[in-house]
């Protein structure tokens, strides 16, 4: 093999006696190097809005959510809340009632969720910071917090006195049904906050006191939709979920971030996984380079390769030399792309040199997982190209 080696890294380094033959190599390297340069970014700028996208989610949503298997609600028993505190990893939870609902508002309707939150909510999310004018609504009051394309909706402020926000739950229950009022249970409460995050988060919640929920709804006590739970940086989040499961026996589902937003997480990676596979096409395309050029310097070393053929080489060691030729040039195209990459994705992570709005920069994210599967990729399909190239090589074309 170090025979081989030696000669490939000879026909690399040293210049062609044919200058087409020369230019087609530097045309197949640099094809090589903005192939790997422009996947790596795309990748990069994919991980950036990936991030970027799930940083609205992951306001309010836990690092784990436990909701009921059968139905909208289970109990919360005081047994069950020992159990929850002897678990490690848990740094807080708070319990919480979802359920959708029709708010009115000057003749005006909606119907969305109704989040009936403890004082705990504000300790597993990050709703507060997110407040876009008033404040955060008290315990045991009629008080609610708002989305504000919620109240774009409405045309409503906050702290309208004169114009509550009327709320109505359907009943529980069987039965025909004779007025409206029989049908529903209805409260009126005080918009004290409103909150932005995005636009379809901003439309989805109403967040209002739980024992006022649990009323409004005719809940027991006890009874709740789910239980939120923001975990220790070092939690095993996988063993914490089968705890709660024992403790429940079953009769609830454990949920991370990523399966309570499966749908978007889908979308992301399949996005991903799309725009790779496009790019990797565009490589494969500028491959054909590195094939075009190992195949014109077969033809141009015809007569070398003849006497090494004459002197003992074998085929397959004659094809050796193409293919390790190919091959470092591949790795060596990739690694300058990839430098060049890198430079480029941490300028604009420090200097923010493409933006989206005037105050947003584009998002990008620099990954080592980012760096191995471009260089993996490189290098198969480097690899490849090659070895159809040196195929080439044949007892007929050295006779």
């Known amino acids: 093999m170090k025979f081989p080696l030696y000669i490939a890294k000879r026909y690399i380094f040293s210049k062609s006696s044919n200058n087409a033959i020369t230019i087609i ?36 949503d836990p690092d784990l959510k436990i909701e009921s298997a059968k139905g909208k609600s289970f109990e919360f028993t005081a047994e069950n809340l020992r159990q929850i505190k002897g678990i490690e990893g848990i740094e807080s939870y708070t319990k919480v009632i979802e359920e959708r609902v029709l708010f009115v508002f000057k003749n005006k309707q909606q119907v969305t969720y109704l989040k009936g939150v403890d004082e705990n909510y504000q300790k597993v999310s990050n709703i507060q ?197 190919g091959t470092l040039l591949s790795f060596f195209g990739g690694l300058i792309g990839l430098v060049l990459g890198i430079i480029l994705v941490l300028l604009q992570q420090h200097f923010e040199l493409v933006m989206i709005t005037p105050t947003l920069a584009y998002p990008v994210v620099f990954s080592f997982e980012n760096v191995i599967i471009v260089m993996i990729t490189i290098l198969i399909l480097g690899f490849l190209a090659s070895l159809i190239a040196s195929s080439r090589v044949s007892n007929k074309l050295l006779h």
Request: proline share 3%; net charge neutral.
């Open 129 to 325: 910071t997110r407040l876009f004018s008033g404040t955060w609504l008290k315990p045991e009051t009629f008080q609610v917090v708002v989305g504000f394309g919620i109240c774009r909706n409405f045309s409503m402020g906050i702290l309208d006195f004169e114009n509550p926000l009327q709320i109505f739950a359907p009943k529980p229950g069987k039965g025909t049904i004779d007025s409206p009022e029989e049908a529903f249970n209805k409260t009126e409460v005080l918009p004290v906050g409103i909150y932005s995050i995005s636009e379809d988060l901003d439309s989805k919640y109403v967040f209002a006191d739980l024992q006022h929920t649990q009323e409004l709804l005719q809940y027991k006590p006890n009874q709740i939709s789910a239980i939120e739970f923001d975990l220790k940086p070092d939690a095993n989040e996988k063993q914490i979920s089968q705890q709660l499961a024992q403790i429940f026996k079953q009769k609830i589902v454990v949920k991370n971030r990523a399966q309570l937003n499966a749908s978007l997480y889908k979308m992301l990676n399949t996005e991903n996984i799309a725009v790779y596979l496009i790019f990797t096409l565009v490589i494969i395309v500028a491959l054909f380079n590195l094939i075009g050029a190992l195949i014109m310097m077969i033809l141009d070393k015809k007569q070398n390769l003849k006497t090494l053929f004459n002197l003992g080489t074998e085929i397959r060691g004659l094809r050796q030399i193409f293919l390790l030729q």
């Open 25 to 60: 190599n530097r045309i197949a390297s640099l094809g090589i190097i903005v192939g790997t340069m422009a996947l790596f970014v795309v990748l990069s700028v994919f991980s950036g809005l990936k991030e970027f996208s799930l940083s609205f989610t992951n306001e309010i």
